[in-house]
Nanobody, 120 residues
Framework: QVQLVESGGGLVQAGGSLRLSCVVS????????MAWYRQAPGKQRELVAA???????NYSDSVKGRFTISRDNAKNTAYLQMNSLKVEDTAVYYC??????????????WGQGTQVTVSS
């Protein structure tokens, strides 16, 4: 079984910063891509940022230039540095990781989510 635990969410004023962390643990053979998604009330879950095991990244247009995704492969951890936060960034942020539990067995796991609230 693979577990993802997010942390770092909270309440911040517009223009402020937060750093989210996501730790992957459990029966893991490898971790390939890791990503952050978010879901605001009444809206669909959307991709915020993703990073491959080699460090290649991609971002949604709405966060490009403000958010930075990174990972520490030795710690099985991904981070999302969020700067210049806007009220519209308010959402529950979810971590996602995909990889192999065994050489022949893949997984696609989600964390429980962490709330980010940006006040005006």
């Amino acid at each position: 079984q693979v577990q993802l635990v997010e942390s770092g969410g909270g309440l911040v004023q517009a223009g402020g910063s937060l750093r989210l962390s996501c730790v992957v643990s459990g029966n893991i053979f490898s971790i390939n891509a890791m990503a952050w998604y978010r879901q605001a009330p009444g809206k669909q879950r959307e991709l915020v940022a993703a990073i491959t095991s080699g460090g290649s990244t991609n971002y949604s247009d709405s966060v490009k230039g403000r958010f930075t995704i990174s990972r520490d492969n030795a710690k099985n951890t991904a981070y999302l540095q969020m700067n210049s936060l806007k009220v519209e960034d308010t959402a529950v942020y979810y971590c996602n990781a995909g990889g192999k539990r065994r050489p022949w067995q893949t997984y696609d796991a989600w964390g429980q989510g962490t709330q980010v609230t940006v006040s005006s």
